[in-house]
Structure formats: C-alpha cells, structure tokens
C-alpha cells in the first residue's frame, strides 16, 4: 500500500510539474510571438521582453530538470510496487494453499476424532455406569487423564512412585476392583508391566 501510494503520489507530482512546464513554454511562446510580431517598438519595452524570456528558459530547464527527477522516483516507485504486488501475489498463493492443507488435516482430524468418539462409545457400553462417571469426572479434572497406568510401582497420570503400603493394597485387590492413586486420585490401570 505504501509503494502504490508513493507511486500515486509522484504521478501527481509529475503531472503538476509537467503543467508547470507547460505553463511556463505557453508564456514564452507568447511572448517569442510579440517579440517576433514587432508590434512593441520601445527599447525598454523590448528589453524588459527579452530579459523575460531568458528567465523563462532558465526556469523551463529547472521545471524540466525536476520533471526528470520526478518521472526517476515514480519509475522507481512504480518498480517497487510491482515487486511487492508480485510478492503479495506469491504470498496469498501460499496462504491459499495452507489454507487447503489446514482443512485438509482439520477434516482428516474430525475423521479421526469420530472414529475415536464411535470406538470409545462401543468400548463404554460394558463399563458400568457409576465407574464410567467417575472416569469422565476425572478426566475433567486431570486434563482429559482420568485413568493412568501402573507402570514399574509408577502411576503414569502423576509419574509418582506408590507407596509400600498402597502398592501392597494393590497387589491383595481383586483383578475386577476398581483402584486409585494415592497422589493423583486417577483411576489405576494394572498391567503385566505394573512392578508388583
């Protein structure tokens, strides 16, 4: 934007320093023609005339010498911002195309997370309910963990080692019996790894 306002604004410049010139050739030519007509016959009248139009010309090649400096900037200015109206080109091209990949992922992500939703509806369906909302509480306290594995005398959801005592209560529990950790409270997962 500010490379397209900068070349806007020297082709205003240019255009008024062009009429500049312009206005400034129109009165010397005016004045050549009275000169050239004969129709001023006093010397003073005659000089005051052709002093004139020797600081016209001077002044035309001023206003022509920054019409050049100006025609520079807006060529340079008109330069910039095509390269960065090809740059913000190139850049849209590869928002777009992120674009489609994001929604790509996001469709291949909402694909996947209801296969995982259909999966766990099946596997909660022999869950008996109290259990089942004891999970989905924890899992609402603990950031979506409301059961850990005990892995190694290790609960998986703290990464706390348990105690003697409670990894004894946990090795006299029966199999179908639901345990919890000490430190976190997550439900306990007992696997062949658990250490006991």
Do not use: F, W
Request: charged letters at 35%; hydrophobic letters at 35%; one cysteine or more.
């Amino acid at each position: 934007m500010a490379a397209q306002t900068e070349e806007s604004d020297t082709a205003r410049e240019q255009t008024k320093a062009e009429q500049d010139v312009d206005q400034v050739r129109a009165r010397a030519a005016r004045n050549q023609r009275r000169l050239d007509s004969g129709e001023i016959t006093s010397p003073k009248d005659l000089e005051n005339l052709q002093s004139e139009l020797v600081s016209l010309g001077r002044r035309q090649d001023d206003l022509e010498t920054v019409v050049l400096e100006i025609m520079e900037r807006n060529e340079a200015a008109a330069e910039r911002a095509k390269e960065l109206g090809a740059a913000v080109a190139a850049l849209e091209d590869k928002l777009t195309e992120a674009v489609g990949r994001r929604d790509a992922a996001l469709r291949e992500i909402d694909a996947e997370a209801e296969q995982v939703r259909a999966r766990r509806a099946e596997a909660a369906a022999g869950i008996p309910d109290p259990l089942l909302k004891l999970y989905d509480r924890l899992r609402g306290q603990y950031g979506g963990v409301g059961a850990a594995r005990l892995h190694q005398k290790r609960c998986e959801g703290c990464r706390q080692e348990l105690a003697l005592t409670e990894l004894n209560e946990v090795r006299q529990a029966p199999a179908d019996s639901v345990l919890r950790c000490g430190n976190c409270s997550r439900i306990l997962v007992r696997t062949p790894e658990s250490g006991l």
